[in-house]
């Protein structure tokens, strides 16, 4: 509604300062793709793909062939490939603000429509801009003046180290299966990487003594987050290191993090690197990082911290008509303050003028133009200032150029 984008324009205002500075360019991808590219990129196991992806059908077909994009990476990445861009824009770095769809349960901070702002940055394995995208992340919420956050972030290694860990991992939930979430169960046979990030109570005993993810990295992996790390630090972005994240889709390697903000039950966003992606869609092999946040959410945390959106364009001038003759007039005149960039406010469809001074003093504008049968006659417009109250003729043709002058 008109009062919600008070705060989306200003969130996308705050994201296009920020990927100006760091010169990411926008991007949007089709709200609908080939399904194949959310299994085979999200991936079979997420819970995203099994679960909440909304499969487009033709009246025609038994099969669904494409989908509502439940989140915007993979997309961004065939376009980046499909385009070209590979050879040329090296990296790619994207920012976007776009709608996303996923098969929830509607409840508070989760729709079956919403919206995303994120960054991606493809073609490069350098962990500079790992640490690049988290700080561009941290820069977006201080422009937004929220407070408390705070940037959790681990590394899941890659697909070298990777394995013998889940295999560790499953060793050592073996034999505690049974006494598991549901949940749990099923990640063990798909997805145990997972496990770690229950949120069941019952599990979490377990997770605690689990073996993590840091204690096994490979050399690459191992230097690649110190070094992501000592960047945050010499740009002092505040982070957690939590060795339990691991986040939800499948495609992601070394890199993890998550945004969260004191007093919320959720997450603001979260992101990492995913540097099997483009292989996946049969692309070239390229590492990548990236970030995604939900709009509403960031809403709902600056309505509960008090913080306004932008402010409305607030006119300035109210113009006031009574009878026909000067509502053609004003209809006319309204045309010569477009072309001069004033904004005026209206109310063609009263006709009192007592009716329309009261709307004019209630949108606190500094000067009403008030134009009756008499005026129109005479060529003039009375020009009221509002705080004082004073009022004089002004002729008709001068009356734009006498406003632009006092306003
Ligand atoms: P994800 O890609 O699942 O990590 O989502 C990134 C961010 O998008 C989350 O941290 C939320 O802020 C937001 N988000 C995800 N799902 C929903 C939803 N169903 N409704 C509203 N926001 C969502």
């Not at 603000?97 to 509607?106: A, H, L, T, V, W």
């Not at 972005?237 to 070394?254: C, N």
Request: proline share 3%; aromatic share 10%.
């Amino acid at each position: 509604m008109p009062d919600d984008f008070s705060y989306f324009d200003k969130i996308e205002k705050a994201l296009k300062r920020v990927s100006c500075f760091f010169s990411f360019f926008r991007i949007e991808t089709p709200i609908m793709e080939d399904v194949r590219i959310f299994e085979r990129g999200t991936g079979m196991t997420s819970e995203v793909v099994q679960k909440q992806i909304f499969v487009v059908k033709s009246r025609g077909r038994k099969e669904g062939v494409m989908a509502l994009r439940p989140e915007m990476t993979p997309g961004v990445v065939r376009a980046y490939v499909q385009n070209g861009l590979s050879y040329v824009v090296l990296p790619g770095k994207f920012y976007y603000f776009s709608p996303i769809f996923r098969y929830e349960q509607p409840q508070h901070g989760r729709f079956r429509q919403f919206y995303q702002i994120g960054l991606e940055i493809i073609n490069t394995s350098d962990s500079a801009y790992d640490a690049q995208v988290i700080s561009a992340t941290v820069k977006i919420l201080e422009d937004l003046r929220i407070k408390g956050f705070s940037i959790k972030i681990n590394s899941i290694g890659c697909k070298v180290c990777r394995p013998s860990f889940v295999k560790k991992l499953k060793e050592y939930y073996k034999s505690n299966l049974s006494k598991l979430c549901r949940d749990c169960v099923k990640r063990y046979k798909i997805n145990p990487l997972r496990m770690l990030d229950c949120k069941e109570e019952k599990c979490q005993v377990y997770k605690i003594k689990a073996p993590q993810t840091l204690d096994h990295l490979c050399v690459s992996c191992k230097n690649h987050f110190k070094t992501v790390l000592e960047y945050l630090d010499e740009m002092k972005v505040p982070y957690l290191v939590d060795s339990t994240l691991v986040r939800g889709l499948d495609y992601y390697s070394k890199t993890v993090f998550e945004v969260f903000v004191d007093g919320f039950d959720f997450a603001l966003g979260g992101g990492g690197r995913y540097d099997y992606l483009s292989e996946t869609l049969s692309g070239p092999r390229m590492g990548a990082m990236g970030m995604a946040m939900g709009v509403e959410r960031l809403i709902e945390v600056m309505k509960q911290s008090q913080i306004s959106g932008l402010p409305k364009i607030q006119p300035k001038v109210f113009l006031i008509h009574m009878g026909d003759q000067a509502k053609k007039k004003a209809m006319g005149l309204m045309e010569g303050f477009y072309k001069e960039g004033v904004n005026v406010r209206e109310s063609l469809s009263k006709d009192s003028l007592k009716s329309q001074l009261r709307q004019a003093d209630k949108e606190g504008v500094q000067i009403a133009l008030i134009l009756g049968q008499r005026e129109v006659f005479e060529d003039v417009i009375i020009l009221r200032d509002m705080k004082s109250g004073n009022q004089e003729n002004v002729a008709l043709r001068k009356v734009v150029e006498e406003v632009k002058r006092r306003i």
